[in-house]
Nanobody, 118 residues
Framework: QVQLQESGPGLVKPSQTLSLTCTVS??????????WSWIRQPPGKGLEWIGL???????FYSPSLKSRTSISRDTSKNQFTLQLSSVTPEDTAKYYC??????????WGQGTQVTVSS
């Protein structure tokens, strides 16, 4: 079991880039036990998978968000980051980082609310 903590601004202006960081403790993001994922939940809606990075540093993204999404790693800090460009109010959501193993999202951060508004 690992612990994850999201951080980043809670308010982003339309057309700007949303940037969030997930700090992992209790395990290495380069270890072969987990992949690392981002998920979001807009108000009143279900969970939406955004993308993930593997311990090989490959990345996979939701087709609906792929053109605007980038996930990267900082192995020196044991962190991975999400960047979502050209945001609109429809990107307002609670954003979660998770570990992923054997087809399950196993450990979750507490989530961070991001609002897109001018």
């Amino acid at each position: 079991q690992v612990q994850l903590q999201e951080s980043g601004p809670g308010l982003v202006k339309p057309s700007q880039t949303l940037s969030l960081t997930c700090t992992v403790s209790g395990g290495s993001i380069t270890g072969n036990s987990y992949y690392w994922s981002w998920i979001r939940q807009p108000p009143g809606k279900g969970l939406e998978w955004i993308g993930l990075t593997t311990y090989f540093d490959d990345t996979f993204y939701s087709p609906s968000l792929k053109s605007r999404t980038s996930i990267s790693r900082d192995t020196s800090k044991n962190q991975f980051t999400l960047q979502l460009s050209s945001v609109t109010p429809e990107d307002t959501a609670k954003y979660y980082c998770t570990s992923y193993s054997n087809s399950y999202f196993t450990d979750w951060g507490q989530g961070t609310q991001v609002t897109v508004s001018s």
